[in-house]
């Protein structure tokens, strides 16, 4: 048996496209229109990760750190970036829109939830490139959110859209890049979102973006209301939430029927569920679905570290493609042969891609093969002969300790048998 002819057995279940050496190894209906339905060939991830940080609860965050992390967002190469609003201090304002700048000139900067002809204004003097205008998603009840549009009896779904439209026409005459940020849209039927769309359309808006605050369109329904927003003629954006854990899905699924721009986040941070992550966001559509992103994929990994230190919110070990065990299948012999086959049959993307790597920690139920990698990882070198025996010593004192060992412990196990 040669690893060729292995080798061989599983390239015959392949496909170019969903499978790239050293990059990817995906099911091909993923790449067939016929299963996974059209694809655009880009599409572009809007990070809002920096509005996201007023949502999360307890995070200081140092103006040096803060700095740094704006830095690593644009280099990861996001083309769009949405910041906190208005209400921050305007030195953090013009910090954050200089180092994008700095960073990645073409990226296109966005003032968030613009309410007003003032608002606006300011979001220009600024040196923003774009605003979002808030469109309530109610009649009588968007006076939950804004209680200056009068009273529940003064209050329509007519006179919440035409002040919205009053803003928008300013902020076109302005100059400014100006999206209708349609709230709530889970509550909204197709037929009132393409009539609020074509209005807000007719009032000067490039784009139509649908923020889906309490995650409750699932990929089919949200799909349905892109559809019903794109044949009003914009170009539309989603902002989908992780309630069901589905904000990837949404995300594909909108992208799929016409969206040509997804609100995501690193690490997912928002408040509530959060955000479809921007890292397994980008994994999806470039490995398999094979839609451009832009990104820096390399950078992922160390930008979603990063930003776990400056929030102190650390996300799962397993969190998708960036965890710290995105790529661990534990210790058992079966992982080191797969990986010296083929290291894309477990692992469908290669870790390194993002910036991260596989673990085969050693473990009770490793074998001499996990052992032997292990030590070469560590720099020891010793006799094949007296793997089977460090093993032993291993397994019996992960035993005795209920645990398993440090880099360390391993190291003073193969001393002994240290060739010098």
Same mark, same amino acid.
């Given at each position: 048996m040669t690893v060729e002819r292995l080798r061989a057995d599983i390239d015959g279940s392949r496909v170019p496209g969903a499978y790239e050496p050293g990059r990817w190894s995906v099911a091909p209906g993923n790449r067939d229109p016929g /299963?996974? $339905?059209?694809? *655009?060939?880009?599409?572009?991830?809007?990070?809002?990760?920096?509005?996201?940080?007023?949502?999360?609860s307890d995070v200081p965050v140092a103006d040096a750190d803060r700095a740094a992390f704006v830095a690593l967002l644009a280099g990861s190469g996001v083309p769009e970036i949405v910041t906190g609003g208005l209400g921050r201090d305007p030195d953090q304002i013009r910090g954050d829109l200089a180092t994008i700048r700095a960073e990645n000139p073409g990226c296109v900067t966005i003032c968030p939830f613009v309410g007003s002809v003032a608002a606006a204004e300011r979001a220009?003097?600024?040196?923003?490139?774009?605003?979002?205008?808030? /469109?309530? $998603?109610?009649? *009588?009840?968007?006076?939950?959110?804004?209680?200056s549009l009068g009273t529940p009896e003064e209050v329509t779904r007519r006179t919440v859209v035409e002040r919205s439209t009053a803003v928008i026409e300013r902020a076109h005459a302005l100059g400014l890049r100006v999206a209708g940020a349609m709230m709530m849209v889970s509550y909204l039927t197709p037929r009132v979102l393409a009539e609020t769309a074509s209005a807000l359309v007719a009032a000067g808006a490039d784009e139509i973006d649908l923020f889906d605050g309490p995650g409750a369109a699932g990929p089919e329904a949200l799909a349905d209301l892109v559809r019903a927003t794109v044949a009003a003629g914009p170009d539309v954006a989603v902002h989908p939430h992780n309630t069901f854990g589905l904000g990837v899905a949404c995300a594909v699924a909108a992208v799929r029927v016409g969206a040509s721009a997804v609100e995501v986040s690193v690490n997912g941070y928002c408040g509530g569920p959060g955000n479809a992550d921007l890292a397994a966001t980008a994994a999806a559509f470039e490995a398999l679905y094979g839609v451009r992103t832009g990104l820096r994929l390399a950078g992922m990994t160390e930008l979603a570290r990063t930003a776990e230190r400056l929030t102190g919110r650390p996300v799962a070990r397993h969190q998708p493609i960036t965890g710290v065990d995105a790529f661990n299948w534990g210790g058992g012999d079966w992982i080191a042969v797969e990986h010296d086959v083929d290291p894309l049959l477990h692992n469908c993307v290669e870790p390194e891609l993002f910036g991260n790597r596989r673990r085969v920690p050693l473990t009770e139920q490793s074998g001499p093969r996990v052992l032997a990698g292990v030590l070469r990882d560590l720099g020891i070198e010793v006799a094949a002969a007296d793997v089977p025996e460090i093993l032993d010593a291993c397994v019996r004192e992960m035993r005795a300790l209920g645990r398993l060992l440090h880099d360390d412990e391993i190291k003073a196990l193969a001393r002994p048998f240290r060739r010098q």
């Open positions: /299963v996974a $339905g059209a694809m *655009p060939e880009a599409v572009r991830l809007r990070d809002t990760t920096l509005r996201a940080l007023g949502s999360l220009l003097e600024y040196g923003y490139d774009a605003v979002q205008i808030a /469109v309530p $998603g109610f009649g *009588p009840a968007s006076l939950i959110y804004d209680s």
